[in-house]
């Protein structure tokens, strides 16, 4: 079965950056599938990627190798990484970059990169993506063992949100608002049931108060709002065929705070 | 020969839904072959989606299978749908989304999505992309027979656009303006022929005349409003390398009025 | 190993031309695989994708084949081209979006594209890029030689940039503003250094003056603006996680003047 890597940047899509990871990674490995999972991860924004790559990466099938670039230290002292969980391998740079999948598979074991012998030559200082985390990538690819790539390596974990727990209020901030201008916070499903218990939520965001959860968008009249736990297992706020970040103003780090009725 | 799955989406760009629908789908069907159509139809568009799709789904190769995702009705009662025609398959909500494929190819045959065994379990109410149609997609593409999708059913088939054909006028409106500033209209090659036998055609949008159809964009002075039949076969305003759609400021829906010249 | 194919066009994302590409390749040559390098080259700017294509074509594989098209003047009298260089070939309108790689390589040979028998019929003619280049570009993955496309051809090769070498100052321009807001000059790495020798440069943009380069982007502070040898290999103007092209409002076209401290 052909190998699969999958490309997450902050690129964009309008230069050749992705297509020469794409070339690079061709050279050393012919056979394998490329997948674009995005590269409009806001410029240089390391917590946006770190969050958009932790919402899909398990969607892919075991052995997947997740290629991952949003690098505003480029050439600077920073290591290079990779990084395997349980399933799946993950290249980039350490910069906080696998934050999330570190903490969502604390099973993890990473090496940072110092063999060049995996590397292009000459290396560019400003363009470690194709010189050194695409070759890399591809050679995990074509079989190489992560051991020989460099030595063990605690990665840079960063703990860029907060949750707070009170005994009536549960307080958490805004991850990231997707192109349908759902409002998706760090408060997971698991820590927002066991904060409601059986008793309603009431959530508020921007001065905005909503009663309880429903399931899907379309039970909602249109353009009403409301919160549900959405497909990235997540409280979100939505608004039925409308776009809810737009419509509060929200941005990454506006706080949402929940309290219930219970007695 | 490996099975081709296209994909053509609202989701955007700039988040990993589109990447979950690649990873689930390989996951299934390894050796499957992906190909974007377009993540940026309008967001929850679904007269938008189904013209596009309908301009391009019969350039791949027979046996190809179209995933199409426009589902503003996510995790409410609509079903979905597998259709067939004589050479293609379509996977996606039964909202009206592939009324213009099955206007163009009469000969469809199609089955709802009721077996759950081919779908990702558990199924999220708010991504039915990622957990049904991705899924079936995948496994249609492995080789499982539409029949056991689920029993036969009727497609929903919208009646969006509306041409009216007079003695001496022919009305319709426009479907779409491109990338390019073209201006796409509902009024397809044939009927525009018939209509017009031998005489000139007048052609009329948002108060400027138009007299005459041209063969390419090149032949008339920079920036010179022309008519043509564009490449989808349709009747099309477009400007020499300037944006038409701007300069009329025309949207989906504006009427587009044709007369002729005959006695 | 599967032949690779290259796109590269101005038709945007939003509508189905590229897709339409990929299916009429996929019905010629279906094991070729379609790597895209960008379809949001600004809409025909032949000059702009000329430059794009020539960073990145040198990163894939010998064998690959570049698809290439931006075409003002597709149905008219312009012809199409097949260029082979030392590793690669290159498909699309002759209108001088091959010039920067044909000064690369100046060892290239070149074919029109006269023998239909390797087009799709009937050609549109407002989309040679789905009914003559892309199946022209398929049938040469499928093995077909270029000889049998068409005769020798001597392809339009444009002087779009200027450089001006004085004793004391070297004068060129703006060829490109990347997506991070690099802005990259036409003045090559060997020309700078010939230039400089071992004095320290001057760099003049928009009345902004910079001395000397740096190597990479993170050693200057946050927005601080530099000059450096981009990894295209060409001088560029950068700020450090921001935007140079927008704050210094430069764009293509824009002149750059050095000049050196050597007595």
Redesign the interface.
Known sequence: ??P?I?LLTD??????????L???I??IC??V?????????Q??DVRSGAF??S??YK???PG?IHLAIVD?????KRQGLVLRTPDHFLVGPDNGLFSWVCRKEPQWQAHCLENSQYWRSPV????HG?DIFAPVAAHLAAGVAMERLGPRWEPHIAGWTKMVRGDRTLRGEVI?V???GNIITNLDEKTVTDFAQAAELQIEIEGVRLSGLT?????QPFGAMMA?I??HGYLEIAAN?Q?AGKQLGVKTGTPVRLSHSRP
């Open positions: 079965m052909a699969i999958t690129f964009g899509l309008e230069d050749g950056y992705v297509a020469s794409k070339g690079v061709l050279g012919p056979n599938r490329l997948i674009d999972i995005s590269h409009l991860v410029t240089q958009l790559l919402t899909v969607d892919f099938p997947t505003p230290g480029v050439g600077t560019s200082p400003t363009f194709r990231h997707d192109h349908f399931v899907t968008y379309g039970e549900l959405g497909s065929q776009h």
